[in-house]
């Protein structure tokens, strides 16, 4: 028999990597479910956190772990952990801390799948849940009863951009002993970071913003009493919430170009909403940047300036008019995401608010004329030529028959 016949049978034994005195710029992928260990006592040693290592993805692996402590270091945190989701973030958080018998106060406004939770899941398990207005901090503390938990917010509101008065509700919380879980998706660490204004829990949808390139769906949770720290990462494992490597490995690559797509973003972001303001045919523009805004004030006072890339804007007319303003902007991604390097349209009447009544969505404002934007960070010139354009289709789409063939 030949070495290369000894060769083939051996075939399915795993190999050593190469030993180098070099070590690779780039973090490797790992995508190794299961991590041998030198001996049992090597086990004991990792399992009573003596030495650091891995025994199963499930529990942790190194591409969540570089991802994690990077978000660490832009929220101010420690031991936050990366989750396969926002929404598994969100939940991980929620089921490390609630029990039968507890409630729970979350914002009017919150994303859909996040209201979802509180609503509809939540309530299975014994859980009651009430909503207050996350822009009036009083209507919070309202809402406080003996058993309440948790407060769950967001820093600003989706899409109506309402901002949250995170320091005077950490305050209710505090005073209460109720946590104060923070979504900060939308504001993201660059312009506010919850912990230093009172938040005991902090998540993302890591899919937005941070990875910035629509390519990767993760979360991150971070908490500051490390005995909720320790339970959310039980919980992540338990219940089977963990993070790809291969996400968590592009996440990281993405992350390092968040400060500057951040900056950029936001820049095109207060440039389109002035525009905006002066193209005729929008009845309203939503930037907490702009004077105008209700929370205009808090927004400065909170973000210091950075008032983020997130831009609504009302248009009057219905679904026809909408209909146009897509169609006639073929190059801007008409999509339910956010955080995109490329600029992105969403229509919450057709999508992130569809679930809702007509009676409740206009409640909230939004009609079918409402759209948000996602601003990228393309040449503002091509974007604001292309909404433009856009814009002046849905108005003709919205003028009534008789004067389009008047005009005509
Ligand atoms: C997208 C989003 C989520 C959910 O994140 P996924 O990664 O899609 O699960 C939660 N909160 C906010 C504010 C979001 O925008």
Not at 89 to 114: C, N, P
Not at 258 to 269: I, L, P, T
């Amino acid at each position: 028999m030949s070495d290369r016949d000894d060769e083939s049978r051996s075939i399915v034994r795993r190999s050593r990597m190469p030993e180098n005195s070099f070590r690779p710029v780039v973090t490797p992928v790992m995508p190794s479910v299961v991590y041998a260990a030198g001996s049992p006592d090597a086990l004991d040693d990792m399992y009573e956190g003596r030495a650091p290592g891995y025994a199963y993805a499930r529990e942790g692996h190194p591409n969540a772990d570089v991802l994690a402590s990077k978000i660490d270091w832009l929220e101010g945190a420690e031991g936050g952990v990366v989750t396969a989701s926002g929404m598994a973030a969100i939940s991980a958080a929620l089921f490390a801390v609630l029990s039968e018998g507890d409630h729970v106060i979350g914002g009017t406004q919150l994303y859909g799948r996040t209201l979802r939770m509180l609503r509809q899941e939540l309530p299975r398990f014994g859980v009651r849940v009430s909503l207050a207005d996350p822009a009036d901090p009083a209507a919070i503390a309202a809402a406080i009863r003996p058993e309440t938990r948790v407060i769950v917010i967001e820093t600003v509101s989706n899409p109506a951009l309402r901002v949250a008065d995170i320091p005077a509700i950490a305050q209710i919380a505090a005073e209460n002993e109720v946590l104060l879980l923070v979504d900060n998706t939308f504001t993201t660490p660059r312009a506010f970071r919850p912990f230093d204004h009172g938040a005991d829990i902090v998540v993302h949808s890591v899919t937005k913003l941070l990875a910035g390139h629509s390519d990767a769906t993760l979360g991150y949770v971070a908490a500051r009493d490390p005995e909720i720290a320790q339970a959310i990462s039980d919980t992540v494992a338990t219940w089977g919430m963990t993070a790809s490597p291969f996400d968590c490995w592009l996440a990281e690559r993405g992350l390092h170009s968040f400060a500057v797509r951040f900056d950029r973003a936001q820049e095109n972001a207060e440039e389109l909403a002035h525009f905006l303001e002066d193209v005729p045919g929008v009845s309203q523009v939503i930037y907490p940047g702009l004077s105008n805004h209700p929370d205009h004030a808090l927004a400065q006072r909170l973000f210091n300036g950075n008032c983020g890339n997130m831009v609504s804007f009302v248009l009057p007319g219905g679904r026809a008019a909408a209909n146009a303003l897509v169609e006639a902007a073929p190059n801007i991604a008409f999509a339910p995401t956010l955080g995109d390097i490329g600029t992105t349209l969403s229509h919450p009447a057709s999508s992130s608010h569809r679930a809702l009544s007509a009676a409740e969505r206009d409640a909230l404002g939004l009609v079918e004329g409402f759209f948000r934007v996602s601003v990228g960070i393309e040449d503002i010139e091509l974007l604001k030529a292309e909404l433009e354009t856009a814009i002046e289709a849905a108005a003709r789409a919205a003028a009534p028959r008789n004067l389009r063939e008047e005009r005509a």
